[in-house]
């Protein structure tokens, strides 16, 4: 606490010398941005890249949830679908139009009408995750039961409750403030929205996937015969990248609260922006992790090409025979002479 004050303060011995050139106080201590244009660059190429690519993961996993009907893929294909609004609402509203384009330039009504739709997307590409946990969690430790209750109909029911829970947990959110911009030290009020953010974004989700993956990697083996499935692994591989990937940006939130704020410190405003940056490439890996694990998700998104394909060479091949057909001269005995 007291190195933070010596830290805040060490601005004001120039005040003297600041104040003849007509600057607030507040705009001594606002801390620089020392990316400069690399987030744009960055969430640029996060979007050109993330949406097509999670544009191709819905289409095959709706492909393979019609051709299963297994629950498993409507959980993948809801976290895809939460994650195309997180990119949309959170990079590309967010980040690249009113900081980038519009400097924040905006009505307040609308940053904050905007600020829930964010949060809303970010709760629901985080919790649609759990449903998936507890399914392989059921599947693996007790199959019995997962037959009578994974189906797609309960699934679909599941999937639209989590997301109606994350709509109406983004509405507090509206009173979320700009960490960036705004000079005054966090109020009561930021205080209880930050706790909830980081509580319902990290650490009750992480502990949800923390003890439920214990179980079943202790299910296996305890069992010893059993290796651990493809889907399982797939599963592990979702919630560790999502626990690395946001936890920087945790500690970071938290820091701000107690220590230093991002408003005032330079290497507090760094570290946020790259612990955002690296929280919202969790929402573009998920279809590299599908592809290097599971075989039927890779066989759904090459068949996703075989009829283009096979269309383009039969138009080719039905185009060249009527070419030959048409001007393919006649054969002196085949010719017929005008009457």
């Not at 449903?131 to 019995?144: E, G, K, M, Q, S």
């Not at 009578?148 to 959110?173: C, D, E, H, N």
């Not at 990290?202 to 010893?224: A, D, E, G, K, W």
């Amino acid at each position: 606490r007291g190195a933070a004050k010596v830290m805040i303060d060490w601005p004001n011995v120039t005040a003297s010398g600041n104040q003849e050139l007509g600057l607030k106080p507040e705009e001594l201590q606002k801390s620089k941005c020392v990316l400069g244009f690399i987030p744009v660059i960055y969430y640029s190429m996060l979007l050109s890249i993330g949406v097509p690519v999670n544009i191709l993961t819905a289409v095959a996993l709706c492909r393979l949830a019609s051709r299963t009907k297994k629950a498993l893929y409507y959980y993948l294909l809801a976290v895809t679908a939460s994650d195309i609004l997180s990119q949309l609402f959170i990079i590309f509203v967010g980040f690249l139009l009113e900081t980038a384009v519009f400097h924040r330039d905006v009505p307040a009504l609308l940053l904050h009408s905007v600020s829930v739709a964010e949060f809303a997307a970010n709760h629901a590409s985080i919790w649609s995750t759990v449903p998936l946990t507890v399914d392989r969690y059921v599947a693996l430790c007790h199959p019995l039961l997962h037959r009578q209750i994974s189906y797609p109909a309960r699934a679909r029911k599941i999937i639209g409750v989590v997301l109606a829970t994350s709509i109406a947990s983004g509405v507090p959110f509206f009173w979320w403030s700009d960490m960036w911009r705004n000079s005054h030290p966090p109020t009561a009020l930021d205080a209880v929205l930050i706790w909830t953010h980081v509580t319902i974004i990290y650490f009750l989700p992480c502990s949800i996937f923390l003890v439920l993956n214990s179980l079943i990697i202790h299910t296996l083996r305890v069992r010893q015969r059993e290796q651990l499935g493809k889907t399982t692994a797939m599963l592990l591989a979702i919630t560790s990248v999502f626990s690395i990937l946001w936890a920087p940006r945790t500690i970071v939130v938290i820091y701000h609260l107690y220590v230093s704020t991002v408003h005032r410190d330079w290497r507090i405003h760094l570290a946020y922006d790259l612990s955002n940056m690296l929280a919202m490439l969790n929402t573009a890996v998920n279809f590299f992790l599908y592809c290097f694990v599971s075989k039927p998700f890779r066989s759904a998104v090459r068949d996703q090409q075989v009829p283009t394909n096979a269309s383009i060479s039969s138009l080719y091949s039905g185009n060249s025979k009527r070419f030959q057909r048409d001007f393919t001269p006649l054969s002196p005995h085949g010719a017929r002479k005008p009457s």
